[in-house]
């Protein structure tokens, strides 16, 4: 059996849309988060992969999952994000929790409503901010307003990408009742452009990802670490984008994503806002972690 690096994808961290252990992030913490990208990209990729059975793809998650906890060493991924856990006494939770995703992925393609998609986000996406906090030591108290942005950022994903994961996997993370309510099927995801109601369905979407990113407005401000709250910030400003395309753009026919001139204006601008509004507050939240 071949690893499963051979079935990457190609993307890497520099791809995604949002900052991934950029150089906001102290360089101490830097290796452990791309680590912890790494085996999750890996797992993504065997999940997604076009040319693999269900029943592998379940058994080559298993394998990681060996590796992550030691019960094997088939999987470099796992291995090197196995010991990056142990050097800093953290957990494999989050990573076994986005692994459950990723199975999830394999074995239901379609959510019947908003509650489902929010159980999903719950593994697919919620885990990853918790890991970049505990990885800090940040206080668990900002673990609420990190899941409303991770679950944010990951229905911005699925919206983007709805006619792509249609097509290419037949996966649809758009709610079925959200198409029923306005008179559609998932095959209405599969045209060259979005009807009218199609169009009313996603932006009508796009509004309530909304209301979730709303619950994180302060999360940028509850962290103690000044590094993190800046790439926070710039998430966020990101993210906030992107909810205002996908209010008034058609996925299927029209650019929703940001430019590489776009990402790099919200950044240095939103950064230097935040050093700014940081420092004029003059003080940082209280910290109840030690920094492993």
């Known amino acids: 059996m071949i690893g499963a690096s051979e079935l990457r994808s190609g993307k890497g961290s520099k ?13 101490r913490h830097r290796p452990a988060i791309l680590a912890f990208y790494e085996f999750v990209r890996t797992a993504d990729d ?9 029943a592998e ?10 590796s992550l906890l030691g019960a094997g060493d088939d999987e470099p991924e796992g291995v090197r994000l196995r010991a990056v856990l142990e050097s800093r006494a953290l957990s494999p939770r989050h990573a076994q929790d986005l692994l459950e995703a990723f199975r999830q992925d394999v074995t239901k393609l379609r959510y019947a409503d908003w509650d ?5 986000c719950m593994l697919s996406a ?4 918790r890991f ?11 673990w609420p307003e990190s899941d409303a942005l991770c679950a944010a950022l990951q229905i911005i994903n699925h919206l983007q990408d709805c006619a792509a994961d249609y097509k290419s996997l037949d996966r649809v993370y758009i709610p079925l009742d959200a198409l029923a309510a306005h008179g559609l099927t998932v095959e209405d995801l599969g045209g060259q452009k ?21 619950r994180s407005r302060g999360f940028s401000a509850s962290v103690r670490d ?7 910030s710039v998430i966020q400003a990101l993210a906030l984008r992107l909810l205002g395309i996908l209010q008034v753009r058609d996925p299927l026919s029209e650019p929703v994503h940001l430019s590489k001139a776009a990402v790099f204006a919200i950044t240095a601008g939103t950064s230097v806002r935040c050093l700014f509004g940081r420092l004029l507050r003059g003080s940082k939240p209280a910290r109840r972690y030690q920094t492993p």
């Open 132 to 142: 970049v906090l505990d990885v800090h030591g940040e206080d668990r108290n900002t």
């Open 116 to 120: 489902e998609l929010i159980g999903y």
């Open 46 to 54: 065997i999940a997604d992969h076009p040319a693999l059975a269900a």
């Open 126 to 129: 919620m885990p990853v901010g």
């Open 194 to 214: 979005a009807s009218s109601p199609l169009r009313d369905c996603l932006h009508a979407l796009a509004m309530r990802t909304e209301t979730i990113f709303d």
């Open 15 to 27: 791809d995604e849309n949002f900052p991934v252990a950029s150089w906001l992030i102290k360089s």
């Open 57 to 66: 793809k379940l058994a080559r998650l298993d394998r990681l999952e060996a």
């Open 226 to 232: 000044t590094r993190l709250s800046v790439e926070i």
